[in-house]
């Protein structure tokens, strides 16, 4: 749960009449203060500051939303960066998309009304997923910036066992974004650093952001990489897992040939298929899981991934700097399937020509193991 600050007593007072709260009585010890349009009454001690669990409990008894008293703070109290996952991406073919909206009235609505549905399914997605994870601290939700091409995530990591659970529930809502963008055919490149950072609805601070647009070519290929920070604070956790099937790590991040790390943002639709398995474990039930609901949504989201890498094969076929990127996501496509989906004999894209073969990051920790 976040925590209020100690605050002055006239700030305190100042922003509870902001609420519509006017003083009623006051005596050596308490202040009453009464709403302009009901009976409720909030008390408050009489004195130079107002401790922030007292005032937590004052909120509760009129009613006020916490994070509503504290955007009101904003500008009043200092604020302060965290170590932050932050992670820039830029939406691959973006140009192109602007190129088509130039055409004509009609050609504008349609790219931006397919374009701006796909942003407001995968937000939702991460937002509905980041409200479940963290109810009781509303700060914790994921923040989101789009602007132009680039789309920026923020994500605070709490000290708790050096941030490890929240690091993974950020990769997490990543992967769900980056997946959701795909099925509708926005494929996406950049990085993830940690980084201390500030962010709120009007300010985002950091110095990681001097070198984003660096860190988005960098990946080069459709993928999401692990800079060195990020990358240095995973196999920190990574030591403290014995097994892969224990890490829920060992199957969110992969390993290109090439030796760069990437979500593995594909993996989400395992969560389908898996989730399945644990309701038939729990209802005792024998059938397959591929017989399971979950399972053929899993399946038709995959397909809609492979459909749109096809397209995108033969629509640059003469293009072989845009080719090349295609290519390379065609094979981790084909190599997700075969890995997590082989009992789908359609979900591969046939004709690539070439394969390519990713490890988990779990096999890392063992080379670091071993080395030392």
């Not at 109290?77 to 996952?85: A, Q």
Request: aromatic content about 12%; charged content about 25%.
């Amino acid at each position: 749960m976040s925590r209020l600050p100690d605050l002055p007593l006239q700030t305190v007072l100042d922003l509870l009449r902001e609420f519509d709260y006017s003083e009623m009585r006051r005596n050596d010890r308490y202040l009453h203060l009464k709403h302009i349009d009901d009976s409720i009454v909030v008390t408050i001690p009489n004195r130079t500051k107002v401790h922030g669990a007292i005032l937590r409990s004052a909120l509760c008894q009129g009613g006020i939303p916490e994070k509503d008293f504290i955007e009101g703070l904003k500008g009043i109290i200092p604020v302060f960066g965290k170590e932050s996952v932050i992670v820039h991406v830029d939406i691959l073919g973006f140009k192109s998309l602007l190129t088509e909206a130039k055409k004509n009235e009609s050609k504008f609505d349609e790219v931006l009304n397919h374009y701006h549905s796909a942003l407001r399914s995968a937000f939702s997605s991460i937002k509905s997923m980041t409200e479940r994870r963290h109810k009781f601290n509303w700060r914790r939700i994921c923040h989101v910036r789009v602007y132009t091409d680039n789309l920026l995530f923020i994500s605070e990591l709490e000290n708790q066992t050096e941030g490890e659970p929240d690091f993974g529930r950020a990769l997490d809502e990543i992967a769900m974004y980056q997946l959701e963008l795909a099925i509708r055919g926005y494929f996406v490149r950049g990085g993830i650093v940690l980084e201390r950072c500030y962010c709120d609805e009007v300010t985002v601070f950091s110095p990681a952001l001097a070198d984003a647009e660096d860190i988005e070519k960098s990946a080069y290929f459709p993928r999401i990489t692990l800079e060195s920070s990020a990358k240095e604070k995973l196999l920190r956790y990574l030591e403290w897992y014995h097994a892969p099937a224990f890490c829920h790590f060992a199957d969110t991040i992969i390993i290109d040939p090439d030796g760069t790390w990437f979500i593995n943002y594909l993996y989400v639709l395992r969560w389908f298929s898996d989730d399945m398995m644990d309701m038939m474990e729990r209802h005792g039930e024998k059938l397959p899981v591929s017989e399971g609901p979950y399972f053929p949504a899993a399946i038709s989201d995959l397909h809609l991934h492979r459909d749109h890498i096809r397209k995108r094969l033969a629509e640059f076929k003469d293009n072989p700097a845009i080719f090349r990127k295609y290519l390379w996501l065609a094979c981790y496509h084909n190599w997700f399937c075969s890995t997590y989906f082989s009992e789908d004999g359609d979900a591969e894209i046939s004709d690539v020509g070439t394969t390519l073969t990713f490890e988990s990051c779990f096999a890392a920790k063992s080379e670091v193991n071993h080395n030392n």
